[in-house]
């Protein structure tokens, strides 16, 4: 699975938009994008992904580039709840890969 | 409940005894992986069971580990003889089908004296 590059931390001010980056530009074209967080004390949680189009739920939006060689997530209105790392993971659509997580983005949220 | 649930919370125990860590998946999820995250580090994956395929057993650090899963319900993460490096939280996931959204419990901390 092709490898991704996340910085190591951000700040963003509560009720601004969270724009979280990651870098995948070894990705291939059955590879997946996928976006979870891990707030202190908790296991993950899975937040959204996408092969190619843009999406978007109710946690959060994914912009893919053209060239799908990165992506940002979105958080429109970041709260400090929203504090956490979050982890970009890029994963074949196949059954014999596994979900690994790298080191992640610490994302801080503050007043 | 509705969630994934891991038992025990907490366990503390003497160095050189075995344990058992106990995860009853989401019912329907055919997928469900162990992962260990030691204080402070990121999430080590450490087995992976889908369905009636032999499980990944590519992450599991040292003979002492062993997982076993009865059908697609519940698995249990063996450790034999612990160590002190084995002190860390054990995460159990499961996922309800061959994509990659997972459901978390809230993990087992183990500590070893």
């Known amino acids: 699975d092709a490898k991704t590059t996340q910085p190591p931390s951000m700040d963003c001010a509560e009720g601004r938009a969270a724009n979280l980056p990651c870098n995948h530009s070894?990705?291939?074209?059955?590879?997946?994008v996928y976006w979870y967080r891990q707030i202190h004390s908790q296991g993950p949680q899975y937040i959204i992904h996408g092969l190619k189009n843009n999406e978007t739920n109710e946690m959060a939006s994914l912009i893919i580039t053209e060239d799908r060689k990165s992506s940002t997530l979105i958080l429109p209105h970041a709260t400090l709840r929203d504090t956490a790392v979050y982890y970009c993971?890029?994963?074949?659509?196949?059954?014999?890969?596994?979900?690994?997580f790298g080191t992640g983005t610490r994302l801080q949220v503050t007043l | 409940g509705a969630g994934v649930s891991q038992s025990p919370s907490n366990k503390v125990t003497e160095k050189g005894k075995d344990v058992e860590l106990r995860c009853d998946p989401i019912?329907?999820?055919?997928?469900l992986y162990w992962y260990r995250q030691r204080l402070g580090q990121g999430l080590e994956f450490l087995i992976y069971?889908?369905?009636?395929?032999?499980?990944?057993k590519s992450g599991l650090p040292s003979d002492r580990f062993s997982a076993e899963r009865t059908g697609e319900s519940v698995s249990t993460l063996t450790i034999q003889r612990t160590q002190q490096e084995d002190s860390a939280v054990y995460l159990c996931?499961?996922?309800?089908?061959?994509?990659?959204?997972?459901?978390f419990g809230e993990g087992s901390r183990l500590t070893v004296l």
């Open positions: 996931a499961s996922s309800p089908y061959r994509g990659w959204e997972l459901f």
């Open positions: 019912s329907g999820h055919t997928a």
């Open positions: 069971f889908q369905g009636n395929s032999a499980p990944d």
């Open positions: 993971i890029v994963i074949s659509g196949g059954t014999a890969s596994k979900l690994t």
């Open positions: 070894t990705i291939s074209g059955n590879e997946y």
